[in-house]
Structure formats: structure tokens, C-alpha cells
């Protein structure tokens, strides 16, 4: 299953909205429905995100082709800006978006066509992404015992990704292994996608897969039911600190005081190396109806005033291993994720 796919003049994607109840797509024809449907969580996750952004650029390279250098990189940095301001917290977006735009400019100075050499590059992160969530399921699934009962948060699958997941990505590939794995998934208010989408898709493949409240976390830990936590991430920072879907670091929290290993699984790209650590990570906040309300539905009084912050930071000291595509980095070097990551791609590079 993929969140999204080029058909060659525009971009379709499964409406995340309409999940479990019904499966639609929408087609995005401009930059501006990219970002429209990034807004309103059409697409949502971090690395499905960028690639989608990646093919809004494409999108909006349509729209300058036969124009001056100047005038086309002009626009697209006005697309990678109107991008960029959809949803503040997934790095992934800015990657992306950073991604094409260098690559645009190396196209116009070599006067090559800018919306083949963009297809090009937005098809290779969508690739990449497929193949580096495998990788971090072959090195993840090692972390998980056979007979494992995993706890996730959110959802970080196949719908948050291009394909395949990463922290689903490590569940998948553990019992790809040969492994019986059991899943428990929070249902993630406000928005629930653990409920609409990460059960989904895994009872799609058959998993045993049990929903929680997320309030329910600490007393199922407490009753010795979860072996191990596995999560994604929307940005790291170079010492370790985690951001990741609100809730994320209670389960951390909930996990070391239970000695419950808590892992999580994203790609280099959600790595934003520019910053020391996790304070200086921009937290989304959403609209306030999104808790007043469950669905159209109105549960709390229209007057009260509410926080809806989206995503929380857990400390890299709470974590035990950020599995990656270049492999684990173990508790010990957390506090040096951003060091560890930059001297494996050299050791990857220099292999090249
Ligand atoms: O607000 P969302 O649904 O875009 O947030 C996504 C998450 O926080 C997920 O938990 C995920 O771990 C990051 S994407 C693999």
C-alpha cells in the first residue's frame, strides 16, 4: 500500500480523513492542493509529507517551465515557502522541499528541463523512502523478540510514509523474520490515528492488534503486558530529543519507570542536525475543536479553552535505541545522535 502516487501530470493520494470508514483518493493538480491537503491532514506523517511536497514543487515547476532561470526559481521558492508553512514540526517537509529547490537550481545553470529533472528528483525520494523504511525494518526487527507484544503511538505505517512504515516498518519486518508479534496501538487523540489508521492497515495484513485509550498505557505496562515500545519521530535533534505525536513522551516516561525498552524508528531525514536539541523544535498547535469535538460531534462545552499541542518532545535520555536506516544507535551514544549520523553516511560515502 502506498499514501501516495505520481501519475505523471499530478499527484494522487489516499484521503487519511475518510479512513477506516471509506478508502478515496484526491488528486492534486497544483502546489497549492499539495499544500491544502498537507494542511488539512489529507496526507499526513513526516515522511510522506516531504514526498508529497517534493511533487508539489514538480507541480509548480509546471507552471514557470517555459520561463526565464530567474523567473523559475523564483517561483518555485515561493512554493517551497507556501510548502514549507503548511505544518511546522516534521522536518522531513523542509528536507524535501531544500532537496528540490538545489537541485532546480543546478538544472537552470545547466539549461536542462526543469520538470524532468524535478519528476526525477521527487521520484527518487519517494524511492529512497520505500528502501530506507526497509532498512530500518531489517535493523530494528533484531529488537524485537519473538513472541513480542509492541506498543506503538500514532500511526507511523505505510500511511505515514511513502510505504511500508518505520516504526510498522520494524513490526513488519519482525514478523517477516518469522516472529509472532502482537501490537497494541493507542487510539491518539485528538486526531486517532492510531484508531483510523494504524489499526487499520495492520488489520488489513492480518496482525493481532488490540486498541487502547491512550490513558490506558501505564496500568497495561503496570500488568506486565508490553514488551517493548516502538514509535516514530517528526524531528530529532542532534542530542537524541524526539519529537513525536502528543503522548510520545508519557509513554517514555511510563516505559523507564516500568523498564520496558523504548525504541524509536525514523530515517535520517527526520534528523534536523541544525539543532543542539529538542527545545529549539517549532510544536505544532491545532485547532482548539479538535478537542472540543470527536468527529462533528461536540463533547465539551463551546467556550472552554483549550492546548492542543500536537507533538511533545521526549528526551534522548528516555530512549533506548533510534533505529535508522544506517542501523541502531545504542542508549550509550544517544546523547551524540547528530555525530553518529554524520559519520555513517561518510562511512557509506566513502564505500560508494
Ligand atoms: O500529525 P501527524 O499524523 O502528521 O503526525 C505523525 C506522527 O507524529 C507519527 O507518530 C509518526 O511517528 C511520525 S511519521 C512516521
Redesign the pocket.
Given at each position: 500500500m502506498h499514501s501516495l502516487i505520481w501519475r505523471d501530470t499530478y499527484l494522487e493520494l489516499i484521503d487519511?480523513t475518510k479512513l477506516p470508514n471509506s478508502v478515496e483518493y484526491v488528486s492534486c493538480r497544483t502546489y497549492k492542493e499539495v499544500g491544502e491537503a498537507i494542511k488539512t491532514?489529507k496526507v499526513?506523517?513526516?515522511?510522506?509529507?516531504g514526498a508529497a511536497a517534493a511533487f508539489g514543487v514538480v507541480l509548480g515547476s509546471f507552471e514557470v517551465k517555459d520561463a526565464p532561470p530567474e523567473k523559475i526559481i523564483n517561483h518555485l521558492k515561493k512554493v517551497g515557502e507556501e510548502l514549507l508553512s503548511t505544518?511546522p514540526?516534521?522536518v522531513?517537509l523542509k528536507w524535501a522541499v531544500e532537496r528540490m529547490l538545489k537541485r532546480a537550481e543546478r538544472t537552470v545553470i545547466s539549461n536542462s528541463d526543469v520538470v524532468e529533472e524535478l519528476i526525477s528528483e521527487a521520484v527518487s525520494i519517494y524511492k529512497e523512502d520505500l528502501h530506507v523504511n526497509k532498512a530500518i525494518g531489517k535493523h530494528g526487527e533484531r529488537v524485537v523478540p519473538d513472541g513480542a507484544v509492541v506498543l506503538t503511538?500514532?500511526?507511523?505505517?505505510a500511511l505515514?510514509?511513502v510505504g511500508y512504515?518505520?516504526?510498522l516498518g520494524v513490526i513488519r519486518a519482525a514478523r517477516e523474520a518469522g516472529k509472532k508479534i502482537s501490537v497494541i496501538a493507542c487510539e491518539?487523540r485528538p486526531?486517532f490515528?492510531g484508531a483510523r489508521?494504524t489499526v487499520w492497515e495492520l488489520i488489513k495484513e492480518g496482525f493481532d492488534v488490540k486498541l487502547i485509550v491512550d490513558s490506558a498505557a501505564g496500568y497495561i505496562m503496570q500488568r506486565g503486558l508490553i514488551d517493548l515500545v516502538v514509535?516514530?519521530?517528526?524531528r530529532i535533534a542532534s542530542n537524541g530529543d524526539t519529537?513525536?505525536?502528543?503522548g510520545?513522551y508519557s509513554l517514555a516516561v511510563l516505559a523507564k519507570h516500568h523498564g520496558i525498552p523504548f525504541y524509536?524508528?525514523?530515517p535520517s531525514s527526520?534528523f534536523d542536525l541544525n539543532l543542539a536539541d529538542g527545545s529549539q523544535i517549532p510544536v505544532?498547535e491545532r485547532d482548539p475543536e479538535e478537542v472540543r469535538k470527536v468527529g462533528t460531534t461536540r463533547i465539551a462545552p463551546a467556550e472552554v479553552d483549550v492546548i492542543n499541542y500536537?507533538?511533545d518532545i521526549t528526551p534522548g535520555s528516555l530512549i533506548t535505541g533510534i533505529i535508522t536506516e544506517y542501523g541502531i544507535i545504542e542508549e550509550d551514544r544517544i546523547g551524540e545522535a547528530g555525530k553518529w549520523l554524520e559519520k555513517m553516511k561518510s562511512e557509506v560515502e566513502k564505500e560508494k
Open positions: 487519511q491532514m499526513r506523517g513526516a515522511p510522506a509529507i505544518r514540526t516534521a522531513n503511538h500514532c500511526n507511523a505505517g505515514a510514509t512504515g518505520t516504526a491518539t486526531n490515528q489508521l514509535v516514530g519521530a517528526d519529537a513525536n505525536k502528543i510520545t524509536v524508528a525514523a527526520t505544532e500536537v507533538f
